[in-house]
Structure formats: structure tokens, C-alpha cells
């Protein structure tokens, strides 16, 4: 099956700070999300991006999806972006596969 | 307007017991789907339903495990003499038709099985 890899798998940043979160997958897929699993357990759909950037806020992400990978850029950095944020490639008709995350703690 | 709704929230089952969680996908999406989430494996894809079509089961990790939609909008996953190994948080999630903007996740059930 399609391997999603993510790094880095911990991230400790300072408010304030910006960062870069990287998704690799292994084949051709049809579409990928980012998602922001909060303390909560609540899982937020952050960006819909089979390919090109998109931009919302203080979050911006680009796919490549020629060279399989997808970039999650978080700038200025707040307390509330701290949980684990998940990339998921849509392999089969909507079947989602998930990378294992990257838990990012963001402190004041 | 209103998200992907389940329930109940926690669940606590003593093995062998049945068991079965809701889900209520936004209203006028026709795709549905359920996952799970565990320490061990992550977050996995179970089933998935789209319209009237007949679901796909390639998920379910063992014959325990069924789900039913009834009139193409709440979902009822059903797990049969729960092991251990079934404790999970159970997540559902709907789109619009499995396409853009993506699928969008209600709150989980959290199942424990002592």
C-alpha cells in the first residue's frame, strides 16, 4: 500500500517562531489534506491541496505532487497551534491513508 | 452550520459485549466514512460509504466489525463480541460527494473495553 511519511515527528517551537512540517508519500495519489488534531482530540481540516499552494491565515501549504511531497508552513507561531498535525493522501476513492503526524508544542 | 456529530462520547464495554456508535455526517454530504485511532496504529480507514453505491468494507479489521447507513445519512457502526485490542477512539467523517474540500471529522467515540 502508499506510504506517508512525516517529519520532523516532534517540533518544539517559541511563540513567535516559524516552521516548516514535511509530507512524503510513495505513489500517485488524488488528492491530500492537512489536518490539526487540537489537545481535544478534534481532528480540523486545515487544507484540501492536490497540488499548488494555498494560504489561510497565518498557515500556507504546497503539494508537489510530481515529486510526491507536500510542505505545511506555520508562521508566527502561537500557543493555539500547538497539538499534532496530520497529513493524509486520498489513495482509493476517497480512502484516506495518514501519515503518523507531527506533534508540535509551541510554548510562551 | 452544524459539524459531523457522534455518539456517544466515551464508551465503556466489558468484553464480549456488543456494541454500537453513531454517526451524524453534515447534512447534504454523501460520502461518509469511519476510522480509528490507537497508540499502535494510528489513525486507520475502516469503511466507507458514497451515496447508494454499496460501501467499501477493505478496512474492517475482522468479520466483529459491520456498519450500516440508513437513508443515505446516519451511520451506525457495529463491533460484535469486543476484544481488548478493540479499544480505539472511533472516528467518523463526511464530504461532499469525495471530493474537494475534503472530508471533515466529527469529535470520535473513545472505546474501552475491559
Known amino acids: 500500500g502508499i506510504q506517508v511519511e512525516q517529519s520532523p515527528p516532534d517540533l518544539i517551537l517559541q511563540e513567535g517562531a516559524n516552521s516548516t512540517l514535511r509530507c512524503n508519500f510513495s505513489d500517485s495519489v488524488n488528492n491530500l489534506q492537512w489536518f490539526h488534531q487540537n489537545p481535544w482530540g478534534q481532528l480540523i481540516n486545515l487544507f484540501y491541496?492536490?497540488?499548488g499552494t494555498k494560504q489561510n491565515g497565518r498557515l500556507s501549504a504546497t503539494t508537489v505532487a510530481t515529486e510526491r511531497y507536500s510542505l505545511l508552513y506555520i508562521s508566527s507561531s502561537q500557543t493555539t497551534d500547538s497539538g499534532v498535525y496530520f497529513c493524509a493522501v486520498d489513495y482509493s476513492w476517497g480512502k484516506l491513508q495518514f501519515g503518523a503526524g507531527t506533534q508540535v508544542v509551541v510554548t510562551p | 452550520g452544524a459539524g459531523v456529530s457522534q455518539s456517544p462520547s466515551n464508551k465503556v464495554t466489558e468484553k464480549g459485549k456488543d456494541v454500537e456508535l453513531r454517526c451524524d455526517p453534515i447534512?447534504?454530504?454523501?460520502?461518509l466514512y469511519w476510522y480509528r485511532q490507537s497508540l499502535g496504529q494510528g489513525l486507520e480507514f475502516l469503511i466507507y460509504?458514497?451515496?447508494?453505491?454499496?460501501?467499501?468494507k477493505s478496512g474492517l479489521p475482522s468479520d466483529r466489525f459491520s456498519a450500516e447507513r440508513t437513508g443515505g445519512s446516519v451511520s451506525t457502526l457495529t463491533i460484535q463480541r469486543t476484544q481488548q485490542e478493540d479499544s480505539a477512539v472511533y472516528l467518523c467523517a463526511s464530504s461532499l460527494d469525495g471530493g474537494p474540500p475534503g472530508q471533515y471529522f466529527g469529535p470520535g467515540t473513545r472505546l474501552t473495553v475491559t
Open positions: 447534512s447534504g454530504h454523501t460520502a
Open positions: 460509504f458514497q451515496g447508494n453505491s454499496a460501501p467499501d
Open positions: 491541496i492536490p497540488s
